[in-house]
């Protein structure tokens, strides 16, 4: 039986977290990136507009598993304006967002400020500073709704311009460079749910 295969990637923004998109032909997809096996899918995903770390496995049973599992996710955000420890502290003890035409309530998660994460790239241009501040919050969640980093930096007024994802439980982005992929052992990707 052959084994499975493990990868992480660097997911550039423009990209959707798919290799099959049937409504629009010209989305850019993940195979345009590296000469992945067959079977390959990605564990959660990153919209077209985000970026940063994309775990992905030819074992749907160890997708299952991570997305089961309730595993960290930390996410950077670049928001509009100077983002205010008030805000931060909303962010921590959960914020009202919609999701599916309903009013939901984040659940309590982790988050602080912090400084201009240069080791992650550029990215796309967001913005001149001519057109006011930015600043940087971190976020850790263990939920995953959809679009939910972004709404929750809205409800609290501080739109989010750049979204990365930095890490997935115990597995870090690291200097991995965007449209970077790596394989990685059985071993290093069942750290995860450590």
């Known amino acids: 039986m052959k084994e499975h295969q493990h990868f992480i990637l660097h997911k550039p923004h423009g990209f959707i977290s798919q290799f099959i998109y049937e409504l629009k032909r010209n989305k850019r997809k993940l195979g345009e990136l590296y000469d992945f096996p067959e079977g390959t899918m990605a564990i959660g995903r990153l919209d077209e507009d985000s970026e940063g770390l994309l ?95 972004r709404k929750m930096t809205s409800a609290v007024g501080f739109p989010t311009l750049r979204l990365i994802r930095v890490r997935v439980g115990n597995i870090e982005l690291g200097d991995l460079k965007a449209g970077e992929v790596k394989e990685i052992f059985k071993e290093s990707f069942d750290r995860i749910l450590e």
């Not at 160890?62 to 931060?88: H, P």
Request: proline share 2%; net charge positive.
């Open 55 to 149: 775990l992905l496995t030819t074992d749907g049973m160890m997708s299952e598993l991570v997305r089961s599992k309730k595993v960290e996710k930390e996410y950077y955000a670049q928001v509009d304006g100077i983002i205010t420890e008030e805000a931060v502290e909303q962010l921590k003890n959960g914020v009202e967002i919609g999701f599916h035409g309903k009013k939901y309530i984040t659940k309590k998660c982790q988050a602080k400020l912090i400084d201009n994460p240069i080791h992650i790239g550029e990215g796309r241009r967001i913005r001149d500073e001519r057109h006011g501040p930015t600043s940087w919050v971190s976020i850790t969640l263990t939920e995953g709704k959809f679009r939910q980093v």
